[in-house]
């Protein structure tokens, strides 16, 4: 762990500049009591991923049938089941928590689209985000294409790094093109049962 001062190193300082530490992570703990009794140790992984969740403008919970249109705002959806697919056109954004998308997930031009431990019943196409895209403990039923997505870095000394794939399982085909740099999984390795192409390579 660093000091929080030495987050304000650049390149000139002695040991060179503050670079956040990103990437998967193993803790090991163990306990000691009173009387100096040591327990066993014990350890877990934790997957620090860069980035922050935007505000929500609004928030959608429960039962959505005949799918959803995002096109401005930034949408939070959070414990629902959307019947009929979910749709983010120019201008909208989505964080989307926990949620069942029955009739397929697409998104084209959007600013953000991020999604956690959601299943996604249908094809999935992501292309075009402008800002950020972040997909962790998902699973995708139907294929996943990323494709001209744009990822703004959460920090410059850090470095550049493309569309976010993070402990997820994609029954299907994922393709990966054109995105400003290649996908990344953060050392959170991703559960992929078909073929695989170009800048997922290596998830």
Do not use: W
């Amino acid at each position: 762990s660093k000091a929080a001062f030495e987050q304000s190193y650049t390149e000139k300082d002695p040991g060179g500049p503050f670079i956040p530490g990103f990437g998967t992570h193993l803790v090991e703990h163990r306990a000691i009591d009173a009387t100096g009794n040591i327990g066993k140790a014990e350890s877990f992984k934790a997957t620090v991923l860069p980035g922050e969740l935007p505000v929500c403008t609004k928030t959608i919970t429960g039962v959505q049938n005949g799918g959803l249109v995002v096109s401005k705002g930034v949408i939070c959806i959070k414990d629902a089941t959307i019947r009929g697919g979910l749709t983010v056109q120019k201008g909208g954004s989505v964080v989307v928590f926990n949620t069942t998308i029955n009739g397929g997930f697409q998104s084209d031009n959007a600013d953000v689209v991020q999604m956690f431990g959601t299943n996604v019943n249908g094809k999935t196409q992501i292309s075009r985000t402008t800002s950020n895209v972040t997909l962790t403990g998902d699973t995708f039923n139907g294929g996943l294409t990323l494709s001209k997505n744009n990822q703004i870095s959460a920090n410059k000394q850090y470095g550049e790094y493309g569309p976010i794939l993070a402990g997820n399982t994609v029954n299907g085909k994922v393709t990966c093109t054109g995105n400003s740099s290649a996908v990344k999984n953060f050392g959170a390795t991703n559960k992929l049962s078909g073929s695989i192409t170009d800048q997922c390579k290596g998830l």
